[in-house]
């Protein structure tokens, strides 16, 4: 699914950048249409023809092929547009209209797009231009599944200066309804946004975020139900002088699973710090490696992990704060900080056995007894069970007297203190 739609976002990308991706709005809009200016781009070409331009206004015919596959050069989609440019106090204004007039790729994107294509891009004095399009639905088969998609939404901003190549400084799409169907499965995405400003340019390790939003997401089959609503998912990268920094969260305002109770508000944070930069781009560099070579990927794979291996033999601080989560009327936070140590791992095995050992750090857990009612709850419900009130302040008073936790009113809060592989807890943890 995810290959099906970044291919079509990626060929509307190009196709309507063509013209604003590198145009720089001053008065020698000529030039641009004069030269190659996509010769930088790898397996595009783009050729233009029947340029005309006043002082307000004019118009010019290309004819774009891109090459799907570096692996099977006779793959290739071949798109021919008619760009009506118009200039104003601002900039430029500028209406394509474009159309898949031949493909050779296996993805067959003439048979998804069989309609003409529209965009409109607005540049300004500064280089900087923003193209947005409207992909027609879509219905297709891949791999076994039927998808299903509502009229899209792309947008793409880019950044050019006169004699240098484009560069897109974001990309946004955003899909109505996405239905993907196999059999009596069935799961839906309403108002699915992705937006990103990473690995939009040359495959180079820089800063940057890619982040997805939905709606609500649903799981709908015989024997399985589930849903999701309000989802953000974000990474984030900040490439330092000498390190690197991750930063993620997954968020959920509500969560329903078969046999769960209602669980909502969930807030998970990560943190990884001062991860080794040299390694990262060692990483990232066999990666896009990797991914464009013709070999097999499980050639590789041993590679990748001993790249992998010189990340985590490096050490790193790690930070997960503000993690919450509401189940059944009850609360839970945890914080988490700490640090791995660097050590050499020959393979992944050992370094997952060695990882106990490796590992400093402190965690904060705090829970109230509705939280605690509903998780047993849940638990005793297959044996037919409830738990009281009663027993719930039985099993507060044990955590208290066995120095695992300090009692807050209805509140538990427990700490400990990992350090090498011991185990601290309560006030020993301090």
Not at 130 to 147: F, V
Not at 294 to 300: A, F, G, I, P, R
Not at 343 to 360: C, N, Q, R, Y
């Amino acid at each position: 699914m995810s290959k099906l739609i970044w291919g079509i976002g990626g060929l509307a990308v190009i196709s309507a950048t063509v013209v604003g991706a590198n145009l720089y709005a001053d008065k020698n809009l000529a030039a641009f249409y004069e030269k190659d200016n996509w010769s930088t781009v790898k397996d595009v070409e783009v050729k233009y023809f029947n340029y005309q331009m006043g002082m307000m206004g004019g118009s010019v015919d290309w004819e774009l092929t891109m090459k799907t596959d570096p692996c099977v050069p006779k793959d290739r989609i071949v798109m021919r547009g008619h760009d009506t440019i118009h200039r104003g106090f601002k900039g430029y204004n500028i209406d394509s209209a474009f159309k898949v007039i031949q493909d050779q790729s296996t993805a067959k994107a003439a048979n998804l797009l069989k309609s003409d294509l529209n965009a409109k891009t607005t540049v300004n004095w500064l280089g900087q231009t923003k193209t947005h399009l409207e992909i027609p639905a879509i219905k297709t088969q891949s791999e076994g599944k039927n998808i299903q998609a509502d009229a899209m939404q792309l947008a793409v901003h880019t950044f050019s200066r006169p004699g240098q190549p484009v560069k897109m400084t974001e990309l946004f799409l955003q899909l109505p309804v996405v239905r993907v169907s196999e059999g009596q499965e069935q799961t839906m995405i309403q108002n699915l946004a992705i937006r990103t400003n990473q690995g939009l340019n040359q495959q180079n390790l820089e800063s940057g975020f890619f982040e997805i939003q939905a709606g609500s997401i649903k799981r709908l089959d015989a024997n399985f139900n589930a849903g999701m609503r309000g989802m953000d998912l974000r990474w984030e990268t900040q490439v330092n002088d000498n390190d690197v920094d991750f930063i993620g969260h997954l968020k959920a305002s509500e969560m329903d699973f078969p046999g769960s109770p209602i669980t909502k508000d969930l807030a998970l944070n990560i943190e990884l710090n001062k991860v080794s930069l040299d390694k990262v781009k060692a990483f990232s560099d066999l990666w896009h490696q990797v991914e464009s070579s013709c070999e097999d990927v499980s050639e590789s794979s041993e590679e990748m992990a001993q790249a992998f291996l010189a990340i985590a033999g490096q050490g790193l601080d790690f930070k997960s704060t503000s993690n919450s989560i509401s189940v059944g009327g009850g609360k839970a936070t945890a914080n988490l900080e700490g640090k791995m140590m660097p050590g050499h791992h020959a393979s992944i095995e050992s370094f997952v056995k060695m990882v106990p050992s490796l590992l400093d750090f402190k965690a904060d857990l705090s829970f109230d007894k509705n939280m605690m009612t509903a998780v047993m709850n849940n638990y005793l419900q297959l044996q037919g069970k409830t738990v009281s009130g009663q027993e719930i302040e039985v099993m507060f008073t044990g955590l208290e007297s066995s120095g695992q936790g300090k009692r807050d009113g209805d509140n538990m809060v427990m700490s400990m203190q990992y350090k090498f592989g011991q185990k601290l807890f309560g006030q020993a943890a301090k």
